[in-house]
């Protein structure tokens, strides 16, 4: 009887320990503490649910003559040390590839950045709630790549809320498309 009374103790203890989803939106604004110091760690964490995780990487937004480079990997600190959240900016942007995903059925990104165009999306067929963001300014390239997101969440929302946080800050000036106006003709003097 006493044996059967500490399984049932246990079993209950289990189950009241059970993690559930902190379904909170991201921050609005992006605050420190940052991992490659650029994206914010309260954000990381609610978008994988992974707390304390293993990073690496860094940019540079003085390269490609200020259009910068860089990457920021995330991954579970425990166990097999998944990756969970890739973030890249390369000086490659092509708008032709989000005009494609566009088509494919994936949601436009509101402007983010002037000037800039993109998209995100959530991967149907992910076991891991898998959501992907791509943003486009000029010759730059911003790409975030959820590969293990929580359940329960909106992965989407968390990548377009994440892009917002990040985008800002890490397309630099040199990434502005060029100006499209028209400079006025003179117009005649009289002499």
Known sequence: MTALACALAVSTACRSEEVKVDRSPLPTVAAPP???????????ELMTGVRNPLVRGSFDLTLAGGLGD????????????????????????????????????????????????????????SKNNAAYAMLVRGKAEINIQLERGVAGRDNAADVLALMKLIAPKLLTDASAPPATTTSPSPSPTKE
Not at 36 to 43: E, V
Not at 81 to 91: E, R
């Open 70 to 125: 860089g990457s920021c990997n995330v991954y579970q600190r425990d166990g097999d040390q998944w990756k969970v959240l890739h973030v890249g900016l390369t000086p490659g942007g092509y708008p032709g590839e989000i005009k494609e995903q566009l088509e494919d059925g994936a949601s436009s990104l509101p402007e983010v950045v002037p000037g800039a165009i993109g998209f995100y999306f959530k991967d149907k067929n």
């Open 34 to 44: 940052y991992l490659c110091d650029h994206i914010p760690l309260k954000a990381v």
